[in-house]
């Protein structure tokens, strides 16, 4: 924690299934302190999420103050389920849902998630930073990604999400590296960047390869010496190339914004340069916080 001797307007809180993050927020907009834990959505059951949050922010706490959430903390295993909205729809909905805190200090606010019916998709957290986005380039209107465990496809326009797409593409990677025969070949870390562009393009190129080149990792560093850095390369790139091409209709000849970590957003954007679609990455962290400071902003505006 830094910088606990204040008193902040308000309190904007970043909450999924791994990890807390807590920013004590001036009148002004300036960030006066933050502070961070590992009590994510994942580790909590619904009497665990108060405790969590005030061994956090206690130190900020003097009289009733103004606690707005996103992400997992509003899930159905949550602190409180705040109702998806239906797209199209702005990415915020005024309707935020009031967490039940019994400190009569708190006034928690949760932001909802979106929904779209068909094809049947959710998204939770993603809603808060495609509304900072909004809010950093202002009118835009195109696609924005946000690549993750989960990858999101949105489509923005006029300032509402039209609709979206969901693509396990992280899942699928992070579980084939650590539970499958691949877990003995492929690096933690480390890239190639040659070996990640040649599989890009062979995923857009023969898709109903996949599997069996999966394989072929495990039989190239047992024959032929593969390097596990070239076999996480080449598993990253076969992945996001097979993504690219179900969500093709989503950026083809579209402005792009890719929302993530930056190694991660590094990657999504050099294989869609590959196909000839040029995005601009924005801090997926400083999109957080710029969602939730609309979510003020809204929640302010809808008070008068």
Not at 102 to 109: C, F, G, I, T
Not at 241 to 260: D, F
Request: proline residues 6%; charged residues 15%.
């Amino acid at each position: 924690m830094t910088g606990s001797a204040i008193t902040p307007d308000w309190i904007a809180v970043d909450w999924g299934t791994t990890r807390l993050r807590a920013f004590a927020m001036g009148a002004d907009g300036a960030v006066l302190a933050t502070a961070r834990s590992d009590a994510g959505m994942g580790t909590l059951t619904r009497d665990g999420f108060e405790p969590a949050l005030l061994s956090l922010i206690d130190p900020w706490l003097s009289t009733r103050t103004l606690v707005i959430a996103c992400g997992m903390v509003g899930s159905r295993q949550g602190w409180v389920e705040a109702p998806y909205a239906a797209v199209p729809c702005p990415p915020l909905s005024p309707a935020l849902a009031q967490a039940p805190a019994r400190d009569p200090r708190l006034d928690v606010r949760v932001i909802p998630g979106l929904k779209q019916p068909r094809p049947a998709d959710v998204m939770r957290g993603e809603e808060t930073q495609i509304a900072g986005a909004l809010a950093a380039r202002l009118g835009f209107d195109g696609v924005i990604c946000l690549p993750g465990s989960h990858t999101k496809w949105a489509h923005v326009s006029a300032a509402e999400v039209v609709s979206f797409q969901t693509c396990m593409t992280g899942e699928l990677f992070a579980a084939l590296t650590a539970h499958t025969v691949l877990r003995h070949t492929v690096a933690t870390d480390g890239h190639d960047a040659d070996a990640f562009a040649a599989a890009v393009d062979d995923a857009l190129s023969h898709p109903a390869h996949l599997t069996a080149n999966l394989f072929g990792l495990r039989a190239g560093a047992l024959l032929d010496g593969l390097s596990p850095v070239t076999a996480r390369s080449r598993l990253s790139g076969w992945l996001i190339g097979m993504e690219l091409a179900a969500s093709r209709p989503w950026w083809l000849g579209q402005p792009i914004l890719i929302l993530g970590a930056a190694a991660l957003s590094d990657l999504y954007a050099t294989a869609l340069a590959q196909q000839g679609a040029s995005a601009e990455t924005l801090d997926a962290d400083a999109m957080t916080l710029a969602g939730l400071t609309a979510a003020r902003a809204t929640l302010r505006e809808t008070a008068r």
